[in-house]
C-alpha cells in the first residue's frame, strides 16, 4: 500500500471525470515545507506562524521572521505561500508575555486578530517581515479569527502602509500580497457577504467553526462526538460560505483538519470545495481519494447530503458516496 501510495508523488490531483482538485498543505516546520514540495503540493495554504513565539521568554525580531519566512518562500520554489499572521491567544498561549492567560473564556477571548490588533507594534514586526518575503516568491497573508470587516479593513490598511514604507526604506517586496481571511468564527461564515469584497482569498477553518458552531470545545475529550463536522448545520454552513465566495469568484479552501481525512473528501467535494490545504503527512492518501471520486456524481448528490437530519443520516451519505467510488 506504501508503494501504491507512492506512486502517487508526481501525479495531478484529479477526479475520475477530470476536475483538477488543487491540494495545499499546512505547514508550521521547515521539515513540513520540505515535505509539502516533494509530496507536489501546489503551494502551502496555511503556514502557522504561532511555533516562532512558543518555547521562548522573547518576541521573535522582525529579522528573525524575516529570515524564516523567507527560506520558506524559498523552500516552495515559486509556488504561493499562505503565512498566517500569529493566531495566539489564552488557549495557544506563549511565554514572552505577549497573551495574558487568565481569561474566563480563553477561546472567546483576545486571540488571533483580535491580539495583532490590540498589540500594533507585534504585528508590524511581523507583517513587515512576511512582506519582505514576498520579494522572494508569492505570499499571500491569512487573517485568523475574523469576526467582522472592520477588522479586515484594518489589517488592510497596515499591510499598505508597511508596504509603502518598506519600498521607501529600499526593500523589495511584491507589487500584489492578496490578503484573506480565516473563516472559522459562525457571524464571519453568516456574515460574509459584508465583507467578502474586502477579502482576496477565503480558507475555513473548520477546527474552531465547528468548536463556536457546536459551542463544544475542540480538546474536551468528554464531549466526544459532539464536537465533529458531521452535524447537518455544519455542512449548511459550509455550503453557503462555499457558494457566497463562488458568487463572488474569491477564492476559497478548508485548512480545517477534516481536510486531511480522506474519508471527508467526497463530503467536502460535493459541497463544492475545490482547493483544500491540510498537512503532508496524509497528502497522498487525500489525492488518492480524489482520483477515485467522481466530482459529477457527487454534485448531483450535494442536496440528498445537505438533506441528511443528523450524524447518522450523514455517515450513511458518506458510506454510499465511498462505495459508489470503490
Ligand atoms: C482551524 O481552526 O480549523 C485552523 C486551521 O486553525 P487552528 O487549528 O490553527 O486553530
Ligand atoms: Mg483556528
Known sequence: ????????????????????????????????????????????????????????????????????????????????????????????ADRTGLVLGDEDNPALGLRGVRLSLARPEVADAQLRAILRASGYGPVRVLVPMVSCREEIVLLRRQLKRLATRLRAEGHAIAEDVPLGAMIEVPAAAIGLEAFI?????????????????????????????????LHPAVLRLLRHVIATAQAHDTPVAVCGEIAGDPRFVPMLLSLGLTELSLHPATLLEVRRAIRASHLGALTMSSSRLLRARDRKGIEKWLASAAEADA
Open 1 to 92: 500500500e506504501q508503494r501504491e501510495l507512492g506512486r502517487l508523488r508526481g501525479k495531478p490531483s484529479r477526479t475520475r471525470d477530470g476536475h483538477d482538485i488543487t491540494l495545499l498543505a499546512n505547514a508550521e516546520s521547515a521539515d513540513d515545507v520540505a515535505q509539502a514540495h516533494a509530496l507536489g503540493a501546489a503551494g502551502l495554504g496555511l503556514y502557522r506562524t504561532e511555533f516562532l513565539f512558543l518555547q521562548r521568554n522573547e518576541l521573535p525580531s522582525e529579522e528573525e521572521q524575516f529570515q524564516v519566512y523567507r527560506d520558506t518562500v524559498l523552500g516552495m520554489s515559486g509556488r504561493p505561500v499562505t503565512i498566517r499572521t500569529l493566531d495566539l491567544g489564552a488557549d495557544k
Open 197 to 229: 469584497d474586502d477579502v482576496d482569498f477565503l480558507s475555513i477553518g473548520t477546527n474552531d467553526l465547528v468548536q463556536y458552531l457546536l459551542a463544544a470545545d475542540r480538546n474536551h475529550e468528554a464531549l466526544g462526538e459532539l464536537y465533529s463536522p
